[in-house]
């Protein structure tokens, strides 16, 4: 359930035939809550009037963006084995509360990679839901399922959507009275440009915990001659969740009465902390004065702004 238009009508098409469902929604690590307010999954579930469960993205999603079995799409997104994962997890849950099978609101031929027929066909496969997977807006395109074949499902009122012309969808949303919905693969940073590129950094420096995958969608982030990470917020609600995701072996910078960003040193060795000070100078209201102070890990030290060439030096992009 992340809240797209495919996977609301998917649910709808579900509903209709009075069928209790729960949304399952991914979150964490590259599936980030928003800083203020519901994410789309809960607004979709809301609109629907159904339950929103929220499964954790863990450790062995992210380890299996390093090495995916079934190869990646255009950045760092390897869509086919994480849809296996996720629908397993979706899967695994379900059992433990009763459901008969899962469905997905994948649209045969929307995606070139994770949606052709062979992908599908590996996902329902691997997944281990053992014919239990059905898609709703394209399931009569595919084999009939086990709730089809068991009549939980009436085929006949399912669909047979393909490819990436999204005007059947929009149809769809506009006979339900659907006005507002995600955009497609709006909730996984992995598809995008700069994320990817941050994550493949620190995938180079050996940082590969969920809490840092987190963390890349925050702030300014600059890398230490140490190796050490420096994370500059940007705005307060990032400033906020900085302090919230902050890991035990950060050193917490607050510029905040310069005014000036929260900044996080990790690891947060003392030898860092000047260089780090005077970054989270650079970025605050006194980065033309020589010299303001800045509370760093509680204690209060004098830094001069780091200069723009050294801060750009450092920057990763």
């Known amino acids: 359930m992340s809240g797209g238009l495919d996977s609301v ?8 035939q009075h069928i209790e469902v729960f949304g399952i929604n991914f979150i964490g690590g590259y ?19 159904i339950e929103l469960v ?9 380890d299996q963006i390093r090495a995916p079995r079934y190869g990646r799409g255009r950045n760092m997104n390897p869509c086919i084995d994480c849809h296996i994962l996720m629908v397993k997890r979706a899967w695994n849950w379900g059992r433990e509360h009763g459901a008969r099978f899962v469905a997905t609101g994948e649209v045969l031929g929307q995606r070139p990679m994770s949606q052709t027929k062979q992908g ?9 839901t053992q014919g239990r997977l059905l898609r709703p807006l394209s399931a009569r395109l595919l084999e009939p399922t086990v709730p089809e074949k068991q009549g939980l499902v009436d085929r006949g ?6 490819g990436r012309n999204r005007k059947r969808q929009f149809e ?5 009275g659907i006005t507002e919905y995600g955009t497609p693969a709006g909730g996984c940073l992995l598809t995008d440009k700069n994320f990817a590129q941050r994550l493949k950094e620190a995938f180079d420096h050996r940082e590969q915990d969920v809490r840092t995958v987190e963390l890349l969608r925050l702030g300014r982030h600059f890398r230490l001659e140490s190796g050490a990470r420096v994370i500059v917020g940007r705005n307060k609600e990032e400033n906020d969740e900085l302090l919230r995701l902050a890991p ?20 947060g060795r003392d030898a860092d902390r000047e260089l780090a000070a005077s970054l989270c100078v650079r970025y605050s209201d006194r980065k033309h004065e020589e010299k303001a102070k800045v509370e760093v890990g509680g204690e209060e030290i004098e830094a001069a702004p780091l200069s723009s060439e050294e801060s750009a030096r450092l920057m990763v992009h």
Do not use: T
């Open 157 to 162: 009122w399912l669909l047979d959507i393909q």
């Open 120 to 128: 599908l066909m590996l996902v329902a496969k691997r997944s281990g």
């Open 172 to 176: 769809l949303a506009r006979k339900y």
């Open 54 to 62: 929220e499964l954790p993205i863990d450790q062995q999603f992210i």
């Open 31 to 49: 599936c980030p809550r928003p800083l203020a307010g519901q994410s789309r999954a809960q607004k979709a579930a809301g609109q629907l009037g």
């Open 9 to 16: 009508l998917a649910v709808r098409l579900l509903l209709d």
């Open 248 to 267: 035990e072996d950060a050193l917490v910078i607050d510029g905040s009465r310069l005014p000036g960003p929260v900044c996080l040193l990790i690891p």
